[in-house]
């Protein structure tokens, strides 16, 4: 099992920044990949970026050029650095954690942008 651990969201303006974490624990295998997902009232959950444990990444086209992901893979820790938040932002953002035909779930920290 593996366990996922998110931290950092909360309230910010428009414009804003945040920095999320996520520290994952349990039986970890190695080429995992780690990513962020968000699902917004009403809406089905969308990927937001994920990176491989070779440094590899992808983005949602919402987030190219304002997030950032980023991993430690001996610490089993991934981030996204948050700038020029929208309203639109506003979601939960789970941590995942993606190995074969597994998927690995974090409960997810609210972020809410004010405009």
């Known amino acids: 099992q593996v366990q996922l651990v998110e931290s950092g969201g909360g309230l910010v303006q428009a414009g804003g920044s945040l920095r999320l974490s996520c520290a994952a624990s349990?039986?970890?295998?190695?080429?995992?990949?780690m990513g962020w997902s968000r699902q917004a009232p009403g809406k089905q959950r969308e990927l937001v970026a994920r990176?491989?444990?070779?440094?590899?990444?992808n983005y949602a086209d919402s987030a190219k050029g304002r997030f950032s992901i980023s991993r430690d893979t001996a610490k089993n820790t991934v981030w996204l650095q948050m700038n020029s938040l929208k309203p639109e932002d506003t979601a939960v953002y789970y941590c995942?954690?993606?190995?074969?035909?597994?998927?690995?779930w974090g409960r997810g920290t609210q972020v809410t942008v004010s405009s």
């Open positions: 990176v491989t444990s070779g440094g590899s990444t």
């Open positions: 995942n954690l993606a190995y074969g035909s597994y998927t690995y």
């Open positions: 349990g039986s970890i295998f190695r080429g995992n990949v």
